[in-house]
């Protein structure tokens, strides 16, 4: 059986609604890592395609 729908409108200011972190911190982990990611790519290319 379905639940009866709830019309009750929540509204929350955007830094309570929000799910994650939005730091500084944050964004450096992802490019460092993002970085470290590309370059262990690049360097197995390099030693499994390289002539």
Not at 30 to 50: D, G, I, K, N, R
């Amino acid at each position: 059986m379905a639940a009866p729908h709830d019309d009750t409108v929540i509204e929350k200011p955007a830094t309570e609604a929000r799910q994650g972190t939005t730091g500084h911190n944050v964004r450096w982990v992802l490019a460092t890592s993002l970085a470290a990611a590309v370059v262990l790519m690049a360097f197995v290319w390099f030693l499994f395609f390289s002539a």
